[in-house]
């Protein structure tokens, strides 16, 4: 149990980290979206007297410091006229008005509520708890929209270093608008507290579980495994099939780390557990904890780098640079977003069984890769080599990685008789979204009127 003392110490921090933060340029110019908040209960209070609003559901992950559980119920407890605890708080940008940002429907993905709808957080809390369900696309089974990533109880530190964590990829989400970085829908419990979670939208597989399916789809194409033994012969078309499913894949994992890097941020953690699918299977970046704004206080004027923390992320996707603790920037995340793309193709781990010392002998300091499979694209192939390239100056931006990949996805899409408008499905999906809301909120609007003899206003 902390004391008084420690906690102050801990607040005082935490408070001194989310002021450094505030101060950057992105949050200046960039406008947080109207985000509700929700109460969490204490472990020793009955459910009757209980402040809990959610009712939590099977554990969808584990990381160092967090937890996401699904949120299979919302159940509105505090009054309309309660104060909200994150009014004052340094962890949510305040919305501002002047700004129209997020005022853009085309940015909206399916499901969601455009907040241009929505006139106070409580009408967004109201919607929430009306809506913690959806349907299939075929309008059949139901499934939890959202998901609750809190810390994880184990020691004080460890607490601590979730709490501001996950007080960090608050602040970044609450003004990240992409449709390929997961959605931050509200926050819960008290600031800077035990009990304090991020409401996200739930996703439904990572894309380290989708690796691994692939991985078991191409040993039966390849005339491995059970299946192929009975079978035989090698399937050409399914082995294309894998390709063109990962350039996709890897085309919209570019997009969403283009947006970050056009914000002057870096994201710096790039791995396949740190990216999944929703339900309708498109795919969401998520875990912004090490998301770090590139601002002139830490520019390095000799390397024309920033001075960043040493050894952020993980090793088998970590740039050379950050390894070894120089100064690093954006192209740290094409190194990893380099070694993640091969992993999707060659449906194998790059530095399998690497050790940390054996990782800085033969990749950071002996420059390894593994081999690219010369049956893949020439434009592919020469991708993945200027994304690890071991000169940071050497690699691509995300701008050219997004124009090679469309390419390579629309050449790709032509030999499988695809469909090349998923590039612009956001704004189907967005379209689609806004005519649900409206459905929604004229039968809700009918059922209040037959109610009470009146529309609510």
Same mark, same amino acid.
């Given at each position: 149990?902390?004391?008084?003392?420690?906690?102050?110490?801990?607040?005082k921090?935490a408070?001194?980290?989310?002021?450094?933060?505030s101060?950057?340029?992105?949050?200046?110019?960039? =406008?947080?979206?109207?985000?509700?908040?929700?109460?969490?209960?204490?472990? @020793?209070?009955?459910?009757?007297?209980s402040?809990?609003?959610?009712?939590?559901?099977?554990?969808?992950?584990?990381?160092?410091?967090?937890?996401?559980?699904?949120?299979?119920a919302?159940?509105?407890?505090?009054?309309?006229?309660?104060?909200?605890p994150?009014?004052?708080s340094?962890?949510?940008?305040? *919305?501002?008005?002047?700004?129209?940002?997020?005022?853009?429907?085309?940015?909206?993905?399916?499901?969601?509520?455009?907040?241009n709808?929505?006139q106070?957080?409580?009408?967004?809390?109201?919607?929430?708890?009306?809506?913690?369900?959806?349907?299939?696309?075929?309008?059949?089974?139901?499934?939890?929209?959202?998901?609750?990533?809190?810390?994880?109880?184990?020691?004080?530190k460890?607490?601590?270093?979730?709490?501001?964590?996950?007080?960090?990829?608050?602040?970044?989400?609450?003004?990240? =608008?992409?449709?390929?970085?997961?959605?931050?829908?509200?926050?819960?419990?008290?600031?800077?507290?035990?009990?304090?979670?991020?409401?996200?939208?739930?996703l439904?597989?990572?894309?380290?579980?989708q690796?691994?399916a692939?991985?078991?789809?191409?040993?039966?194409?390849?005339?491995?495994?059970?299946?192929?033994?009975?079978?035989?012969?090698? @399937?050409?078309?399914?082995?294309?099939?894998?390709?063109?499913?990962?350039?996709?894949?890897?085309?919209?994992?570019?997009?969403?780390?283009?947006?970050?890097?056009?914000?002057?941020?870096?994201?710096?953690d790039?791995?396949?557990?740190?990216?999944?699918?929703?339900?309708?299977?498109?795919?969401?970046?998520? @875990?912004?904890?090490?998301?770090?704004?590139?601002?002139n206080?830490?520019?390095?004027?000799?390397?024309?780098?920033?001075?960043?923390?040493q050894?952020?992320?993980?090793?088998?996707?970590?740039?050379?640079?950050?390894?070894?603790?120089?100064?690093?920037?954006?192209?740290?995340?094409?190194?990893?977003?380099?070694?993640?793309?091969?992993?999707m193709?060659?449906?194998?781990?790059?530095?399998?069984g690497?050790?940390f010392?054996?990782?800085?002998?033969?990749?950071?300091?002996?420059?390894?890769?593994?081999p690219?499979n010369?049956?893949?694209?020439?434009?592919?192939?020469?991708?993945?080599?200027?994304?690890?390239?071991?000169? *940071?100056?050497?690699? *691509?931006?995300?701008?050219?990685?997004?124009?090679?990949?469309?390419?390579?996805?629309?050449?790709?899409?032509?030999?499988?008789?695809? @469909?090349?408008?998923?590039?612009?499905?956001?704004?189907?999906?967005?379209?689609?979204?806004?005519?649900?809301?409206?459905?929604?909120?004229?039968?809700?609007?009918?059922?209040?009127?037959?109610?009470?003899?009146?529309?609510?206003?």
């Amino acid at each position: 149990m902390a004391s008084q003392q420690e906690i102050a110490d801990f607040l005082k921090r935490a408070q001194t980290k989310l002021n450094e933060t505030s101060a950057g340029v992105f949050f200046q110019r960039n =406008n947080a979206r109207l985000l509700p908040s929700f109460d969490r209960g204490s472990e @020793d209070s009955d459910e009757k007297n209980s402040k809990e609003e959610f009712k939590l559901g099977e554990t969808l992950g584990r990381g160092a410091f967090c937890e996401v559980r699904e949120i299979t119920a919302i159940m509105l407890k505090r009054p309309t006229d309660a104060k909200d605890p994150f009014a004052s708080s340094l962890i949510l940008p305040l *919305p501002k008005e002047t700004r129209n940002s997020d005022r853009d429907i085309t940015n909206t993905d399916e499901g969601e509520f455009p907040t241009n709808l929505f006139q106070s957080k409580d009408e967004i809390r109201k919607y929430m708890s009306e809506n913690f369900m959806r349907k299939d696309d075929d309008g059949l089974g139901n499934h939890p929209r959202y998901a609750l990533k809190q810390v994880k109880m184990v020691n004080m530190k460890q607490v601590e270093t979730g709490l501001i964590d996950l007080s960090l990829e608050a602040k970044f989400l609450s003004c990240l =608008n992409h449709p390929n970085i997961i959605k931050l829908r509200g926050v819960a419990g008290e600031p800077l507290s035990p009990n304090f979670g991020l409401v996200l939208d739930r996703l439904y597989m990572t894309l380290k579980d989708q690796i691994d399916a692939w991985t078991a789809e191409k040993k039966v194409a390849n005339g491995t495994g059970l299946c192929a033994c009975l079978f035989g012969s090698v @399937d050409t078309h399914a082995i294309s099939s894998l390709i063109f499913s990962a350039t996709t894949v890897a085309y919209d994992l570019s997009c969403a780390l283009r947006h970050i890097h056009s914000l002057n941020l870096v994201y710096r953690d790039i791995k396949p557990e740190n990216a999944g699918f929703d339900v309708r299977g498109d795919l969401k970046l998520f @875990d912004m904890g090490f998301c770090k704004e590139l601002t002139n206080k830490i520019h390095d004027e000799q390397s024309g780098m920033y001075k960043l923390t040493q050894l952020t992320g993980s090793p088998p996707y970590m740039a050379p640079e950050n390894f070894l603790g120089k100064p690093y920037g954006k192209p740290v995340d094409v190194f990893s977003f380099g070694v993640l793309f091969w992993e999707m193709l060659h449906c194998k781990l790059a530095f399998y069984g690497y050790k940390f010392r054996e990782y800085q002998m033969r990749v950071v300091e002996g420059n390894y890769r593994p081999p690219i499979n010369e049956s893949l694209t020439s434009r592919v192939q020469e991708l993945i080599k200027e994304c690890w390239a071991p000169d *940071p100056k050497k690699r *691509p931006t995300f701008d050219r990685i997004c124009l090679s990949l469309r390419a390579e996805h629309g050449e790709l899409a032509n030999e499988h008789g695809e @469909d090349q408008g998923g590039i612009t499905r956001s704004i189907r999906l967005a379209n689609k979204s806004v005519r649900s809301f409206r459905i929604h909120a004229k039968r809700r609007s009918s059922i209040e009127m037959s109610e009470h003899g009146q529309f609510e206003h």
